[in-house]
């Protein structure tokens, strides 16, 4: 039996969309016709969601629901986001939110930077950011991005994030920039990105070999990909100091450095670039490549790209 693929991301806001479409059409009628048509969805969507929670019921009667199936339910996305939507997902809030955190930690670890959760309640996440990023002056943009993101997709009731401000004491060296650097869940990243942004995937990084270097176009942005060892990075395929792609860059182990220090090198113009230091320049200080976030699912690899500016 051939297996299909099942709604996308896509899909499922396109028939969320269609559904309020139609909804609104229906106030054509007038406020009576509309209310009936709200009650229709909302009567059609109680009857799904009895026959799914005697569905599980039933399974779990006849073979149990051990952890290894309800964790498959879990990372299904569709399958997830119908659970959530009526109070029947596996696992609690606090249990979701931290298992996104996990997720993104791979990519704030190549910004020198980590995630602490501090609480979760009444629709709030509380973090504290912590580690530095290096003198990256992008990493707001791009761990509001990887951290948002993770935490909206696995808990969509959340509404607002918080971020704890390291205290004097705390800060060592140059800190994540953490002041207003998350509001609530949906709002555009920062003002400079116009157009908002979006993640996507990007099956050619899932098949990126150790030391391997790929360039591809993701959302109309230009990419660089590597992976060093287990570890994936993404960065805009422009070299800080000449301007021009990576084509033909290469992943080379720093001279001198400790086992597992990465460098890409720009083959145009000589410049070095320190993979897990968020693309740092080793030539120049006040430069470094453009980190994109980068979120591994499974087998499943996205790539946060803002959207293109309008002319």
């Given amino acids: 039996m051939t297996n299909q ?4 991301s896509s899909d499922l806001r396109a028939t969320g969309a269609r559904i309020d479409t139609l909804i609104d059409a229906s106030a054509a009628g007038g406020p009576v016709a509309r209310e009936r048509a709200e009650e229709l969805v909302r009567l059609v969507a109680d009857l799904y969601g009895a026959g799914l929670e005697r569905l599980l019921e039933i399974v779990d009667e006849q073979v149990g629901l051990e952890d290894k199936t309800l964790d498959a339910l879990a990372k299904d996305d569709l399958v997830a986001s119908l659970l959530i939507v009526h109070g029947l997902h596996p696992y609690d809030v606090t249990t979701r939110v931290e298992n996104a955190l996990e997720g993104v930690r791979p ?8 995630v602490e959760l ?12 912590l580690g ?3 003198g990256c002056p992008s990493s707001s943009v791009t761990l509001k991005l990887a951290v948002e993101g993770a935490i909206e997709a696995a808990a969509p009731e959340i509404t607002a994030i918080e971020v704890e401000e390291p205290t004097a004491k705390e800060k060592t060296g140059p800190t994540i920039p953490v002041a207003s650097l998350f509001s609530r869940v ?4 920062a003002p400079q990105m116009d157009g908002g942004s979006s993640w996507e995937v990007v099956p050619e ?8 270097v790929v360039q591809m176009v993701v959302g109309g942005i230009p990419v660089v990909g590597c992976r060093v060892g287990t570890d994936l990075f993404a960065f805009r395929d422009q070299c800080a100091r000449c301007g021009r792609p990576m084509d033909g860059a290469a992943v080379a182990r720093r001279l001198g450095g400790p086992l597992g220090d990465a460098v890409l090198q720009c083959p145009a113009c000589r ?11 080793l030539d120049a200080e006040e430069l470094h490549l453009d980190p994109l976030p980068l ?3 499974g087998e499943t690899v996205s790539v946060a790209v803002p959207s293109p500016v309008s002319a």
């Fill in 118 to 129: 501090i609480s979760v309640g009444e629709g709030v996440v509380r973090l504290r950011m």
């Fill in 132 to 134: 530095s990023c290096d």
């Fill in 295 to 297: 979120l591994v699912d």
């Fill in 205 to 212: 990084l899932a098949v990126l070999a150790p030391g391997a």
């Fill in 271 to 281: 410049a070095h670039y320190e993979v897990r230091r968020a693309g740092a320049c």
């Fill in 186 to 189: 949906g709002e555009t990243a």
């Fill in 107 to 114: 990519y704030l670890g190549s910004h020198g930077g980590d």
């Fill in 5 to 8: 693929a099942g709604p996308t």
